[in-house]
Every structure is written in C-alpha cells, then in structure tokens.
DNA sequence: ATTGCTTCCTGAGCGC
DNA sequence: TGCGCTCAGGAAGCAA
C-alpha cells in the first residue's frame, strides 16, 4: 500500500523518466479515473516539474497543468510498459516520443486528476505538516494530540496532523517508539511525542532508501519491488525480537499489530 | 468538533 | 475442482 515512502520513490523514479517529456494524450480505460477538471480544453504539454505533497504525486507541465495521482491501495505507474502486458490498466499517458506511462490499478480506487496549475493547493489544503518539514516538532504534535480521546494510533493515520503516513508505518513507528497503539492521544507524555517525532523521520528515511515497502502491490516505475518490507519490525509480524506475541486489533478498521510487552 | 462507521473494489486464501 | 466467505485498506461522505 503506497505510504509516503513508496510515494517518494515513484516520483523519483517518474522525475528521471518523465522530466521533458511531451504528454500527447491522456487515456482513460475506466469511467472516473482520469478526471479533466481545467477551466479550458488545451494541450496537456511538456513534463517540467514533479513533486509530492503527503500521498499525492503533482505532475507539472508548461501549459499550465498540474496532473495530481493518488495510488490508494493497488495503484501503480509503470513506465515504458505496453498497456496490453498490464493485467489492470485503468489509464495509460502517451508521449510523443513513442513512450508511455501506464497506471494499472487492481481495486480501482487510485485517481488521476488534471488541473490548472496551482488549483491543487486548494484541494490539499486539508492536508497536514510533511514529516521532514523542520514544524514537524514537539510543539506541533502535542497541541494536534491534546484534548484528543481517540487512540494514538488513529490519529498519526489522520492526513490532516500528518501527511502521508499509512497503516504500516504508523504501526513501526508506534513499536520502535515503545507505544502502545491503542493509548490515548491526550495521554501521549512529551518524551514520548518526542520519541514518535523521532521514530517518524527515522522510519521514513530508512524506507525511502530501502525503495519503499512491498507487501504485495507495490512497485517501482520500473516495476521492481521496494526492500523495506525486509525491515519491519512489528506490521504482518506473528513474534517481537523480545520473543513475545504480536497482537492483533482492529482500529478504526484496519489491523493494528503490537507487541504487548514492547508497547506500553 | 470529534469520532467512527460505511462505501468503493478485486484477488488471495481458506474451509468445506 | 469449485463455491462462498473473509480480509486487505486510503480517504470521502455521512451520521451520531
């Protein structure tokens, strides 16, 4: 499941291959997954640009347009792919040099929206602090848990305190920092907020250089797999390195796994 | 204001 | 072999 990790590591991959590409058309293969919302037909243009903000990638080209993707779950952008080899093409970018970008998506879920340049601030404002962002601190996080009765693990997920974290690495971070997920917000002490702020960023760092987690699902523009999932400490896991069970809950519908002992 | 449930969707895995 | 059930979950929409 695409987290910001394997986020990043889709739009480095599409910054190397994509960057000065001419985009000649847009294609849907499934009602509601391309969607062209700019206030005027034109040309999609030239590829000059392309960033993250939380989950979304943002595609920038010189005629003023920014094409915004979201993975959800199963979405994946294959470059230079035939769209005849991908099992679940939902929406192919052609180029003009002959090459393409297709975006195969199992359970249908992901999106593409094209916009006029700049209207995605609107839309992503909703969205929290990036973790690598220096506000990302102490401070920060302790006014967005205080007053809060839901547990911690619920709100580290909510994209509008932080952007970009997901079910897995929620769930690492909360065991490396020795929290239980089912704790309550405002409970949270200040050493420990410290430690989720650290943990955070640690855990984000590694999975972005280990090319992200794959579960299942995930892949790289060229279709490889991330290394991360070699690393995880507690998601999927039956035993902690303590030796002690992993449990298993349901929060906020989605499994939480924690080691009792580790975690309190 | 906050919280939590349902919905979208398909394939894998399991029991019988 | 094949059927039916459960599970996986990001975010929107809605209800309490």
Same mark, same amino acid.
């Given at each position: 499941? #695409?987290e910001l990790?394997?986020?990043?590591? !889709? !739009?480095?991959?599409?910054? *190397?291959?994509?960057?000065?590409? *001419?985009?000649?058309?847009?294609?849907s293969?499934? %009602?509601?997954?391309v969607?062209?919302?700019?206030?005027?037909e034109?040309?999609?243009?030239?590829?000059?640009?392309?960033?993250?903000?939380?989950?979304?990638?943002?595609?920038?080209?010189?005629?003023? $347009? /920014?094409?915004? @993707? &979201?993975?959800?779950? $199963?979405?994946?952008l294959? =470059?230079?792919? #035939?769209? %005849?080899?991908?099992? &679940?093409?939902?929406?192919?970018?052609? =180029?003009?040099?002959q090459?393409?970008?297709?975006?195969?998506?199992v359970?249908?879920?992901?999106?593409?929206n094209?916009?006029?340049?700049?209207?995605? %601030?609107?839309?992503?404002?909703f969205?929290?602090? %990036?973790?690598f962002?220096?506000?990302?601190?102490? *401070?920060?996080?302790?006014?967005?848990?205080?007053?809060?009765?839901? #547990?911690?693990?619920?709100?580290?997920?909510?994209?509008?305190?932080i952007a970009?974290?997901?079910?897995?690495? !929620?769930?690492?971070?909360? &065991?490396?920092a020795?929290i239980?997920?089912?704790?309550?917000?405002?409970?949270?002490?200040?050493r420990e907020?410290a430690?989720? @702020?650290?943990? /955070?960023k *640690?855990?984000?760092r590694?999975?972005?250089?280990?090319?992200?987690t $794959?579960?299942?699902? =995930?892949?790289?523009?060229?279709?490889?797999?991330g290394?991360?999932?070699k690393?995880?400490?507690v998601?999927?896991? &039956?035993?902690?390195?303590?030796?002690?069970?992993?449990?298993? !809950?349901?929060?906020?519908?989605?499994?939480?796994?924690?080691?009792?002992?580790?975690?309190?």
């Amino acid at each position: 499941m #695409p987290e910001l990790p394997e986020v990043e590591t !889709v !739009v480095r991959g599409l910054r *190397e291959k994509l960057t000065g590409r *001419e985009i000649d058309s847009i294609i849907s293969y499934r %009602e509601g997954t391309v969607i062209d919302e700019r206030s005027e037909e034109r040309d999609y243009g030239n590829i000059i640009g392309i960033h993250r903000k939380g989950k979304y990638i943002l595609i920038d080209t010189d005629s003023n $347009t /920014t094409i915004m @993707i &979201h993975l959800r779950m $199963t979405g994946k952008l294959v =470059f230079d792919q #035939p769209a %005849e080899e991908s099992h &679940h093409c939902r929406a192919e970018m052609k =180029f003009t040099d002959q090459t393409n970008l297709i975006f195969d998506d199992v359970r249908t879920f992901g999106k593409i929206n094209i916009l006029d340049k700049g209207s995605e %601030e609107m839309k992503l404002s909703f969205l929290g602090i %990036e973790p690598f962002d220096k506000g990302f601190d102490v *401070e920060y996080l302790q006014k967005k848990l205080s007053g809060r009765k839901a #547990p911690i693990k619920n709100i580290l997920l909510d994209q509008s305190v932080i952007a970009g974290l997901g079910n897995i690495y !929620v769930l690492e971070i909360l &065991h490396r920092a020795k929290i239980s997920p089912l704790r309550k917000s405002s409970d949270i002490k200040k050493r420990e907020i410290a430690a989720i @702020i650290h943990e /955070t960023k *640690e855990v984000l760092r590694e999975a972005i250089s280990k090319n992200g987690t $794959t579960i299942s699902d =995930f892949r790289r523009v060229d279709d490889k797999t991330g290394e991360f999932q070699k690393f995880l400490r507690v998601y999927g896991k &039956h035993y902690c390195k303590c030796k002690s069970e992993i449990l298993r !809950v349901k929060q906020a519908g989605r499994t939480s796994y924690y080691c009792p002992v580790c975690q309190k």
